[in-house]
DNA sequence: TAAACTTTGTGTTGAATTGCACAAAATCGG
DNA sequence: CCGATTTTGTGCAATTCAACACAAAGTTTA
């Protein structure tokens, strides 16, 4: 089932199905159908039947699927039945909003440590909300001891693109296994660690090309 | 040249080589081969040769390409040579820290207004920097009017999914032609606006997967 | 100048991805 | 209970995308 190598573009849709099953779910419905997921994701009945069947049948013929099933079974595919520990590198603009930011908490994911190299940032307070101030700025210096430590396996780099290299080294040394980079440039890691990108000048620019 | 559609998928690398070329001539330095910039953004020497060649010749046998030529190529082809207007929606964490950011500018864009529902916010001032309160948060009822007055065509959606879809169809009607939606949702629009999607969750669930 | 390199642009081949179509299985209506 | 309907999972065909390979054009070296 899981022998053969799934094609990278396939697991990147899951989470898009994933986020629109959570979605019907919290509106109070229990089941659909790859023609009206679909519809939702913007993706082709057939290629999520193709998709799905990558990892098994986990719908039935004539009802479609039953949705917290699914959700259960996508969920265990994407290793996001737990939740990660993540670690935010760079508490600019960026690194302060995402460590306010709290809704990545039922995707799988909560912020637990953040960093910066400024000195007149490091042992500053980060308030989640008015009542409960929980992060401390740590200094970028104990990175690579505290993330081990903590084993935490997921890092947010917000650094400039001039530090982001180094800190992505660190982020490896430290055991992080993948980096979501907001950082405009390619880091360079291991095979065995993932990076995704987010530039959103980069997605601009997809869309100014088509505007006449 | 331009007859023959170009595919989404060439259109959405060029950004890249962009960013990498920007970045290069930064470094001072003039001239590249496909091969040089392919290490950079990680794409096959070949398949950058054959993105460019969509759109004329822009190399020199034996000696590459010369960047400050390229860069102009690319961005008069992604019309970012001049410098478009952006609106963003939804003035939570996220919004004002966009807004705040003020490293889009070298990119081709600029935030020139912003917009939230809450009375609570409307009118505030969000400082871009320390002496220079630029932007006063507009309310959303207003939206319509204000970009179409301004002919914004571009706008970070910024809101929470609930009222996403409602705010873009207003966006749609005030002539934009562009929407970067931050909310976990796909938005439906007219085929001739675009809509491209940053949803940090779904990247990381994207990495979890290959994380044993 | 001439030979050895370098590098582009592109025709061709091969691989990956998507779309189509349908048998099989399940449900529904009467 | 049975025919009509819905919907899945999948083999096959079509299309899209990427890799390969090389002639042609330019540069460098001696």
Redesign the pocket.
């Known amino acids: 089932m899981n022998t053969v190598k799934v094609?990278?573009?396939?697991v990147s849709r899951l989470p898009v199905y994933l986020r629109a099953l959570q979605r019907m779910s919290d509106a109070g419905v229990v089941s659909?159908?790859?023609?009206?997921?679909g519809e939702k994701v913007g993706?082709?009945?057939?290629?999520i039947?193709?998709d799905?069947?990558q990892f098994?049948?986990?719908?039935?013929?004539?009802?479609?699927?039953y949705i917290p099933f699914l959700i259960e079974r996508l969920s265990k595919i994407l290793k996001v039945e737990q939740v990660w520990d993540v670690a935010v590198v760079g508490m600019g603009e960026l690194g302060h909003a995402i460590v306010r930011y709290q809704g990545f908490g039922n995707r799988g994911f909560r912020v637990v440590m953040c960093f910066d190299s400024d000195p007149g940032k490091i042992g500053n307070l980060v308030c989640a909300n008015q009542s409960d101030c929980t992060f401390v700025i740590r200094d970028t210096k104990d990175l690579v001891r505290d993330i081990r430590e903590s084993n935490v396996k997921l890092a947010m780099l917000c650094t400039p693109a001039s530090a982001a290299q180094e800190v992505a080294d660190q982020l490896v040394e430290a055991g992080v296994r993948g980096i979501l980079n907001y950082a405009p440039l390619r880091l360079i890691v291991p095979a065995s660690v993932k990076v995704q990108h987010i530039d959103p000048a980069i997605y601009l620019q997809r869309m100014t090309f088509y505007i006449d």
């Open positions: 094609p990278d573009i396939i659909t159908s790859s023609q009206e997921l993706i082709s009945a057939a290629q039947r193709k799905l069947s098994g049948e986990f719908g039935k013929q004539g009802t479609g699927y």
